[in-house]
């Protein structure tokens, strides 16, 4: 069976996680709440890491926000990473009161001296920085210099910080290149990743709502863990953020980065359908959010997309006619009446469930 072989880069201590260094593939996102009011933005991170979320991001737009990270960062289940524009003097108020990772754009927060500054800070307290270089925020310079923010423009800031934190020995940074535009957003990453070891946070920003932004994501993030590139992911949406960790995870299982258990497979709709499929694949879905066992499950809609497209998946069903074939590994094993394919499934996902924990 292929495998991607993932590329070879430092790792970096983000709390409890390591980021790099062949450490699994993390999954983060940001809370959208007042950081501020600490009950509200708890009570996101806990619904963010009961969907999978492994690291979580918080603004720190001000001195309470800043000040908040103390009572959040002790009660959080996952390590919290201050997000900082334009005021360095937050970031520093945002480690000391507990940030595991600072995420700044250095060309918004007074340039490379302040950078070295912070570095040392986040050096002392065991913390990491983020150096997110973004397409909208690119220093003038390099816009000049390229003509607009092309991927060699943001590869050259990201490697200019990268070589002023190197020069006081920092080196528990994490890079992000974005930009909203899919190509540029691939393009900067793999030149970045032929230049330097560092770990990729890889990410396509301001992607859009839940479907359009889901599309690029899988686009921009999916291509370029194809090809090995990348330690951690954020798929940015204009979603509820538990929306993004789902997406998240399906983009690392549909390419066998991680797996996140059972995986559904569904025929599309079209004309020989004799049942309501749409509404039959839902239930399915639903079914299989009560199971942790790494199994695949199809359901088909006729006898074309049957046992023999679906061989591969561990159990299925083909339904019409007012029942359900039920198979496994494409061999049928019993036919039951179509209001009884949800228990029929239901016993088949027990026994494979039983067999994945070994009981």
């Given at each position: 069976m292929f495998a991607i072989e993932r590329r070879r880069t430092v790792p970096v201590r983000v709390g409890t996680v390591t980021i790099g260094g062949g450490a699994p593939l993390s999954i983060q996102s940001?809370?959208?709440?007042?950081?501020?009011?600490?009950e509200a933005t708890l009570g996101q991170i806990e619904r963010l890491v009961r969907a999978g979320c492994e690291l979580v991001r918080v603004a720190i737009p001000d001195e309470a926000a800043?000040?908040?990270l103390g009572v959040l960062a002790r009660q959080s289940p996952v390590p919290l990473i201050a997000d900082i524009h334009f005021d360095a003097r937050l970031a520093h108020l945002a480690l000391e009161h507990g940030a595991a990772k600072i995420r700044v754009n250095p060309g918004n927060i007074g340039g490379k001296e302040k950078l070295r500054a912070l570095a040392l800070d986040a050096a002392a307290r065991g913390a990491a920085i983020r150096i997110g270089v973004n397409a909208g925020s690119l220093e003038k310079s390099l816009l000049k210099k390229h003509g607009s923010a092309t991927a060699e423009a943001l590869v050259e800031s990201a490697l200019g910080y990268l070589q002023e934190l190197e020069k006081i020995s920092f080196n528990n940074v994490v890079i992000s290149l974005k930009a909203s535009d899919v190509v540029?957003?691939?393009?900067?990453?793999?030149?970045?990743?032929?230049?330097?070891?560092y770990p990729l946070h890889l990410g396509v920003t301001e992607a859009g709502t839940l479907a359009e932004g889901t599309i690029k994501a899988a686009v921009g993030i999916g291509t370029l863990l194809a090809e090995g590139i990348g330690d951690t992911l954020r798929v940015s949406l204009t979603a509820d953020p538990v929306e993004e960790v789902k997406v998240a995870r399906r983009i690392l299982q549909a390419l066998r980065l991680r797996e996140f258990g059972p995986e559904l497979i569904s025929c599309p709709t079209c004309g020989r359908c004799e049942i309501d499929l749409v509404g039959l694949a839902e239930q399915v879905a639903g079914l299989l959010a009560e199971y942790r066992g790494n199994f695949k499950v199809a359901v088909m809609g006729c006898v074309v997309n049957g046992p023999g497209e679906a061989r591969e998946a561990d159990v299925g069903v083909t339904a019409g006619r007012k029942k359900g074939i039920i198979f496994r590994r494409g061999k049928v094993?019993?036919?039951v009446p179509q209001d009884?394919?949800?228990?029929?499934?239901?016993?088949?996902?027990?026994?494979?469930?039983?067999l994945s924990s070994g009981r």
């Open positions: 940001m809370t959208n709440t007042k950081t501020a009011d600490t800043a000040r908040s540029t957003t691939i393009a900067a990453n793999r030149l970045f990743a032929s230049k330097s070891d094993v019993k036919t009884k394919i949800l228990e029929a499934l239901r016993h088949e996902l027990d026994e494979l469930e039983k």
